[in-house]
């Protein structure tokens, strides 16, 4: 394999939690980490060796998911998601306890507006530092740090502990 | 000093300058106030951290996206111009197309492929490859995933030099049900594949069911099943190879 090939296979388990934080359900996240990849081996002259792959991939990942995903997204939006009903029977021991923050979590994320999401998964999940965050997004440092600090408060209230 | 949101999560998130990170941490020691926002801060950072851990797959050579970045490796063509790749040939123009190809003498090794009962079968240095090669070892042609299909044949999805495919295990040997011109060609220029290795990988999902096999099961399959059994002798001749 070249290394472009060695590159893109290491940034899959990446790829694949960018997509997760991004989509709303795990078939989603399937679909647009599959048009990613193809959409990355059919530009890969685009890509300059020596620069950055994940951040070319995390820019790949979010317009596909904008040109593709979105729309099915806000569909999917109207209906209750199969996590409002997780909870259900909960019988509080640990382990169960720890799915329904994941879930809650999870749950947090999906009502973020998409600009804010982007902006969460990319510096909290991914742990991209601001300035990279902002060239995936194309948005100056201001609008990212704007999005981030909305989100983040966002997530707060969600899950309880508003700062 | 009273700090905004926006600056207590840069200082979480480790993006101040080094004067105000020093002024936000007096702060944390000195205003309760802002320690605990700070804390909230952190601690969100945690809990993403642990609701969405990177997503590893345990069997890089049954993972579809691994095998189709494999199955895209840079081609290399002779020329600058590449003429857009076959879409999938149904397998009755599939005699035509090989005639054509071999009449070209460049697409098809003849030894590749050969007829029989209205079916293209593997033959020759491709039979052999797919009843005994692992998925993924070097080689030409390469197995990239190997299957079972939802009537339980086994298939391997395979890209060579001269063909890339799918082939599934029947009793006349290795049916090929799908091809496509090689993608892995040797030359000096390098140059992009085209989507036709996605198309295979597609066409694979779509056939197969559950996941791809294991190397394990791999192995299992190719020990008990892939080997062509010889036939009922008909004569006291003992066949050489079967």
Same mark, same amino acid.
């Given at each position: 394999?070249?290394?472009?090939?060695?590159?893109?296979?290491?940034?899959?388990?990446?790829?694949?939690?960018?997509?997760?934080?991004?989509?709303?359900?795990?078939?989603?996240?399937?679909?647009?980490?599959?048009?990613?990849?193809?959409?990355?081996?059919?530009?890969?002259?685009?890509?300059?060796?020596?620069?950055?792959?994940?951040?070319?991939?995390?820019?790949?990942?979010?317009?596909?998911?904008?040109?593709?995903?979105?729309?099915?997204?806000?569909?999917?939006?109207?209906?209750?998601?199969?996590?409002?009903?997780?909870?259900?029977?909960?019988?509080?021991?640990?382990?169960?306890?720890?799915?329904?923050?994941?879930?809650?979590?999870?749950?947090?994320?999906?009502?973020?507006?998409?600009?804010?999401?982007?902006?969460?998964?990319?510096?909290?999940?991914?742990?991209?530092?601001?300035?990279?965050?902002?060239?995936?997004?194309?948005?100056?440092?201001?609008?990212?740090?704007?999005?981030?600090?909305?989100?983040?408060?966002?997530?707060?209230?969600?899950?309880?502990?508003?700062? | 000093?009273?700090?905004?949101?926006?600056?207590?999560?840069?200082?979480?998130?480790?993006?101040?300058?080094?004067?105000?990170?020093? *002024?936000?941490?007096?702060?944390?020691? +000195?205003?309760?106030?802002?320690?605990? /926002? =700070?804390? %909230?801060?952190?601690? &969100?950072?945690?809990?993403?951290?642990?609701?969405?851990?990177?997503?590893?797959?345990?069997?890089?050579?049954?993972?579809?996206?691994?095998?189709?970045?494999?199955?895209?490796?840079?081609?290399?063509?002779?020329?600058?111009?590449r003429p857009s790749r076959p879409r999938w040939l149904k397998v009755a123009g599939l005699a035509a197309c090989l005639v054509a190809g071999v009449a070209v003498g460049t697409r098809w090794q003849s030894?590749?492929?050969?007829?029989?009962?209205?079916?293209?079968?593997?033959?020759?240095?491709?039979?052999?490859?797919?009843?005994?090669?692992?998925?993924?070892?070097?080689?030409?042609? *390469?197995?990239?995933?190997?299957?079972? +299909?939802?009537?339980?044949?086994?298939? /391997? =999805?395979? %890209?060579?030099?001269? &063909?890339?495919?799918?082939?599934?295990?029947?009793?006349?040997?290795?049916?090929?049900?799908?091809?496509?011109?090689?993608?892995?060609?040797?030359?000096?220029?390098?140059?992009?594949?085209?989507?036709?290795?996605?198309?295979?990988?597609?066409?694979?999902?779509?056939?197969?069911?559950?996941?791809?096999?294991?190397?394990?099961?791999?192995?299992?399959?190719?020990?008990?099943?892939?080997?062509?059994?010889?036939?009922?002798?008909?004569?006291?001749?003992?066949?050489?190879?079967?």
């Amino acid at each position: 394999m070249t290394q472009f090939e060695d590159e893109l296979v290491a940034l899959l388990p990446q790829l694949r939690r960018f997509a997760r934080s991004l989509s709303r359900n795990a078939a989603d996240a399937d679909d647009l980490c599959q048009v990613t990849v193809e959409k990355a081996l059919n530009g890969r002259g685009q890509w300059q060796s020596g620069t950055r792959m994940d951040s070319w991939m995390y820019r790949i990942m979010r317009n596909a998911w904008i040109d593709t995903a979105r729309a099915r997204s806000r569909a999917a939006q109207t209906f209750v998601g199969e996590e409002a009903g997780m909870s259900v029977g909960d019988r509080g021991d640990a382990a169960i306890e720890a799915r329904v923050e994941l879930t809650n979590v999870e749950a947090a994320m999906r009502q973020l507006p998409d600009e804010q999401r982007e902006a969460v998964a990319l510096v909290l999940v991914e742990g991209l530092a601001y300035k990279d965050a902002a060239a995936v997004l194309d948005i100056p440092m201001g609008t990212l740090t704007s999005r981030l600090v909305r989100g983040r408060q966002a997530l707060l209230a969600g899950l309880g502990e508003a700062a | 000093m009273t700090f905004d949101d926006e600056t207590l999560m840069a200082f979480a998130d480790g993006e101040l300058d080094p004067i105000t990170t020093k *002024r936000v941490e007096k702060a944390i020691l +000195t205003d309760p106030a802002v320690a605990e /926002r =700070v804390a %909230a801060h952190l601690s &969100l950072r945690e809990k993403m951290a642990a609701a969405y851990p990177l997503d590893t797959r345990p069997n890089r050579l049954a993972d579809p996206l691994v095998a189709m970045i494999k199955s895209n490796t840079v081609v290399a063509m002779p020329v600058n111009t590449r003429p857009s790749r076959p879409r999938w040939l149904k397998v009755a123009g599939l005699a035509a197309c090989l005639v054509a190809g071999v009449a070209v003498g460049t697409r098809w090794q003849s030894d590749q492929v050969k007829s029989g009962g209205g079916m293209l079968i593997a033959s020759g240095t491709l039979a052999r490859a797919l009843e005994t090669q692992v998925a993924s070892a070097a080689g030409d042609p *390469r197995m990239l995933v190997s299957f079972r +299909t939802k009537s339980g044949d086994y298939c /391997r =999805v395979f %890209a060579g030099q001269a &063909l890339d495919g799918i082939a599934c295990k029947k009793p006349g040997g290795w049916q090929l049900i799908r091809t496509e011109s090689g993608s892995s060609r040797d030359s000096a220029a390098y140059r992009q594949a085209g989507s036709g290795d996605s198309v295979l990988m597609g066409e694979a999902q779509n056939l197969m069911a559950g996941d791809p096999l294991s190397a394990a099961e791999e192995q299992d399959a190719r020990l008990t099943e892939w080997v062509t059994k010889c036939p009922p002798s008909t004569s006291n001749v003992r066949p050489t190879r079967c």
